[in-house]
């Protein structure tokens, strides 16, 4: 079974530029997840996905973050402008249906730098 | 007060070590408990996943719950070096229609052969 898939791994940018990330979870999951991970920190979930709808965004900074899951399955999130203090990796999860019990696996992340 | 503390460390323990890592939480709302296990430079993988309170044990890992206290613990017996990684401690509480994942800040483990 093939993993959650990111892209890019690594991106470097300046500030007040934008930049988007793009994520693939795995096939058949419904639930599709983004966290931010500051280093030294653990991942802090800034929007959930069900299906193609939008169950929590309460900690995704709206004036400067958006994120889209068109169709369901695959997922992008863009930053614009981004600020220095948006260094971090950005982490897409995926889960069978958000349920409890379930697992999130976890994808290798895009490591963003702001300058 | 954060919802969830852990130690940072670093730990660093010889090859066979039993590692002992812990987590406070505050929330009595959290239900059910993991570990993850986060390699550099790659996304976290489930470890232990437990929601009562009491051990669960998976080969050399246990995960132990006292909800009481609101503390959890991971003990690694006979610790190798592939053990090295941050791991992570993280929480589930329910929130309307979703289950919210809230993690620590990750103990990083350093095992030397």
């Known amino acids: 079974e093939a993993g959650v898939a990111q892209s890019p791994r690594y991106k470097i940018i300046e500030k007040r530029q934008s930049v988007a990330f793009w994520c693939n979870p795995i096939s058949g999951h419904a639930t599709l997840y983004w966290y931010q991970q500051i280093l030294g920190q653990g991942p802090k979930l800034l929007i959930q996905?069900?299906?193609?709808?939008?169950?929590?965004d309460s900690q995704l900074p709206k004036d400067r973050f958006s994120a889209e899951r068109l169709k369901g399955v695959d997922s992008t999130l863009k930053i614009q402008p981004a600020k220095l203090e948006d260094s971090a990796v950005y982490l897409c999860?995926?889960?069978?249906?958000?349920?409890?019990?379930?697992?999130?696996?976890f994808g290798p992340g895009t490591r963003l730098l702001v300058l | 007060q954060k919802e969830v503390e852990q130690d940072p460390g670093p730990l660093s323990v010889p090859e066979g070590a039993i590692v002992s890592l812990n987590c406070t939480y505050s929330n009595s709302a959290f239900q059910y408990f993991m570990w993850y296990r986060q390699y550099s430079r790659k996304g976290p993988e489930l470890l232990m996943y437990t929601y009562s309170s009491g051990n669960k044990e998976d080969g050399r890992f246990t995960a132990q719950v006292d909800k009481s206290s609101k503390y959890i613990s991971l003990f690694i017996r006979d610790s190798q070096p592939s053990d090295s990684a941050t791991y992570l401690c993280?929480?589930?509480?329910?929130?309307?229609?979703?289950?919210?994942?809230?993690f620590g800040k990750g103990t990083l483990l350093t095992v030397n052969p």
């Open positions: 993280a929480m589930k509480s329910p929130g309307g229609s979703n289950y919210k994942l809230t």
């Open positions: 996905f069900q299906n193609n709808g939008v169950v929590d």
């Open positions: 999860a995926s889960s069978l249906h958000g349920d409890r019990e379930e697992t999130q696996y």
